[in-house]
């Protein structure tokens, strides 16, 4: 066994000592997430169920009727792309709890309300940690850079150099090389996946994703420019389009300030063609304009319409007039989130998530037959500026371009420096 592979061996273990708890625990909540809409049919269908026909009611009369049964300021209206199923508004309380409110559009009649999110929304933010508080995105940024490190490094230490070791199926039957086996060829026909799934969900982080989109907006290449005399402004999280998707996220129009007519504006939008279903955003601030948002939609799909409260179309704003940076990045989260090419899609990534716990598993099963007692079992650093060179050539490119990867590396360089030289001295 050479040193540089003894080296990068050693990285490889540490990175999945460090990654792989969070990426199983990511693994499973984005495998139950590809299944976002089934799980949001499922828990609304005893209240968002209704007899199909036609929409009767004016759209003005479902906010009245949302209202009405949960007092409040109405933040949004999702209109379904079924006839069976209800209008959704989503009702602000003056406590800032928002509910959603069923609405069937034959009569407006209020069918029943939901708390936002349900198990879906739990799920997501499970997913980015931010159920345990907003300073933990900063934990997931890490992660996704070391799981892009766990696939580089995996790939060195896959490269076949045995004959007797799995390369692209499993040889051994039983014991350590089984797991082993497992193990290499699991990430040789996943790792391309994980490595995709780790770098696509990069746009979401407080530092790289904040970064690269301001960098991508002001080199042209991200959102579309401002229409002519129209202010477009960097607006709080609660104010952004929404649904309008990652390179429109931060971003808001103006427009003349007065009470929303949502039968005017659902009148335009239908004019426009939007496609179903579309969320309609209902400003906080008077003078922001509202928006039309298409959802559950493919990257090329991907549309927003400004409108004045009044119902007037402001703009259009369209896939094709992203910049080819905003495109590649609609287009990596769709396919992140398996919506970009239908069931197919969908499965590959649920795939993806199961190889990362086959992984996992394999791996604690070859440690724990190769365990020292009493110690922690990390391959042995080898000694030598080119075996360094080796783990560094891999890494340091990921570092560079993930500033929080990097900062992490430092200080797992520091432990493991201490760790050496703690245990040298005690064996002397």
Same mark, same amino acid.
């Given at each position: 066994?050479? *040193?540089?592979?003894?080296? #990068? ?19 499973? $909540?984005?495998? @139950? ?22 929409? $009767? ?5 479902? @906010?009245?009727?949302? =209202? ?6 109405? %933040? ?12 959704? #508004? =989503? ?18 009649? +209020? ?5 936002? /999110? *349900? ?31 766990? +696939? ?24 350590? &090389? ?13 790792? /391309?996946? @994980? ?10 982080? %407080? ?12 080199? /042209?290449?991200?959102?579309?420019? %401002? ?22 996220? !931060? $971003? =808001? ?9 949502? $039968? ?21 601030? &008077? ?27 402001? =703009? ?18 769709? #396919? ?15 795939? %993806?998530?199961?190889?990362?716990? +086959? ?19 990390? &391959?042995?650093?080898?000694? /030598? &500026? ?9 890494? @340091? ?29 005690? !064996?002397?």
């Amino acid at each position: 066994m050479s *040193g540089a592979y003894r080296a #990068v061996w050693r990285w490889h273990f540490y990175a999945g000592l460090l990654v792989l708890p969070f990426l199983m625990l990511m693994a499973l $909540t984005g495998g @139950i997430y590809l299944f976002k809409a089934e799980i949001d049919d499922l828990q609304t269908r005893s209240v968002a169920a209704i007899p199909p026909g036609a929409a $009767t009611s004016r759209p003005a009369d479902w @906010i009245a009727a949302a =209202t009405a049964a949960v007092p409040g300021r109405a %933040a949004t209206v999702l209109v379904p792309d079924r006839p069976d199923r209800a209008v959704q #508004v =989503t009702v602000e309380r003056p406590d800032g709890v928002r509910r959603v409110v069923f609405v069937d559009p034959a009569d407006a009649r +209020v069918t029943g309300d939901r708390a936002v /999110g *349900g198990v879906s929304e739990t799920v997501k933010r499970i997913h980015s940690l931010a159920i345990a508080g907003p300073g933990m995105n900063l934990i997931v940024e890490i992660v996704a850079g070391w799981a892009m490190i766990l +696939v580089a490094t995996g790939v060195f230490l896959w490269w076949p150099r045995r004959h007797d070791a799995g390369v692209v199926t499993v040889k051994a039957r039983a014991g350590r &090389p089984f797991w082993r086996d497992l193990h290499a060829v699991t990430g040789l026909y996943a790792g /391309g996946v @994980i490595f995709f799934l780790a770098f696509t969900g990069m746009p979401w982080s %407080a530092v790289w994703g904040d970064g690269f989109l301001t960098l991508v907006n002001q080199a /042209g290449l991200g959102r579309p420019p %401002a229409p002519a005399a129209q202010d477009w402004l960097h607006a709080e999280h609660d104010d952004a389009p929404p649904d309008a998707g990652w390179a429109l996220g !931060s $971003t =808001t129009l103006h427009a003349a300030p007065g009470p929303v007519d949502l $039968t005017a504006v659902v009148a335009s939008v239908e004019t426009a063609g939007l496609a179903r279903p579309y969320l309609i955003g209902v400003p906080a601030s &008077p003078d922001r304009a509202v928006t039309a948002a298409v959802e559950n939609r493919a990257a090329e799909d991907a549309r927003v319409i400004y409108l004045t409260p009044g119902g007037r179309v402001l =703009t259009d704003v369209k896939a094709d007039q992203f910049g080819v940076g905003a495109r590649a990045f609609e287009w990596g989260i769709a #396919v992140h989130e398996g919506r970009q090419y239908g069931r197919i899609n969908r499965w590959i990534m649920l795939a %993806a998530c199961v190889a990362v716990w +086959v992984l996992a598993i394999s791996a604690l099963m070859m440690w724990w037959r190769r365990r020292p007692n009493g110690r922690l079992g990390a &391959p042995t650093a080898p000694p /030598g &500026p080119r075996v360094r060179a080796a783990v560094l050539g891999i890494v @340091i490119p990921f570092c560079v371009i993930y500033p929080l990867t990097g900062l992490s590396l430092l200080v797992a360089l520091v432990a493991d420096r201490l760790w050496t030289l703690t245990r040298r001295r005690a !064996s002397t």
